[in-house]
């Protein structure tokens, strides 16, 4: 609490909750894997002022990513699936872009080997998301967790259906993945076969809609909520 940059009293929770219920110090840290992954928070209070001790904050600091390593829930499949309230379809894929099922879950769209090999070479580490709009016009969203288990690497990916999609058009996620993908207007113009003019109308539509002021805002954005576009006609192919 000391380093809050105008003392703890500044501090909504602090004062309305921390210090009625006689919490005087405490620590959190933001908890990282090896793969550098986010997994949660480590959080301590204490009502003992003098608590925790620099010398004490260094040593969770230290042990933060091995913690995160322990309590990563990708190394659980159970816990990590049981996250997910509407996943349809869950598999392993191995490294040859093979997917394998877990337990008796059915596999559906991630049996298709074109959609395993596009996330096995997409993720190279961590975690990763991507949308995918299938043949009926369905939308839906792949999540994949990078996995090592006795020397032996796999990609855990579950799909479940997607609805809100930020109010982009199809177009428009297909040129916000190329932007994604670090590409300028004349090259998305390239690949999606359309004109130069008709990417930039695109793009001004994508900041707009989204209320951001530039690229680089809409790749952040489109990163966080997952609208990377897993589309194996344009993208995986390139």
Known sequence: MRDIPDGPESNDSVREFLYPAGYEEGMTTALFTSSNRYVGLLNMSTDDASQPT????????????????????????????????????????????????????????????????????????????????????????????RRTESQMQSILTVVEPRTDLLGLTRRELQVLSLIIFGCQNAEIARRLDIARRTVSTHVEAILHKLGLPNRSAAVAVALENGLSLLDLEELSAN
């Open 54 to 145: 620099n010398n004490a904050r260094s040593l969770v600091g230290m042990l933060a990513k091995a913690i995160a390593n322990a309590v990563d829930p990708a190394l659980d499949i159970d816990l990590l699936l049981s996250g997910f309230d509407s996943l349809t379809d869950a598999a392993l894929i191995d490294v040859d872009g093979v997917a394998h099922p877990v337990g008796d879950r059915p596999m559906g769209l991630l049996a298709d080997h074109r959609v395993a090999s596009a996330v096995s070479r997409r993720l190279t580490s961590g975690s990763g998301r991507w949308l995918l709009n299938t043949t009926d016009g369905t939308w839906l969203q792949l999540h994949a967790f």
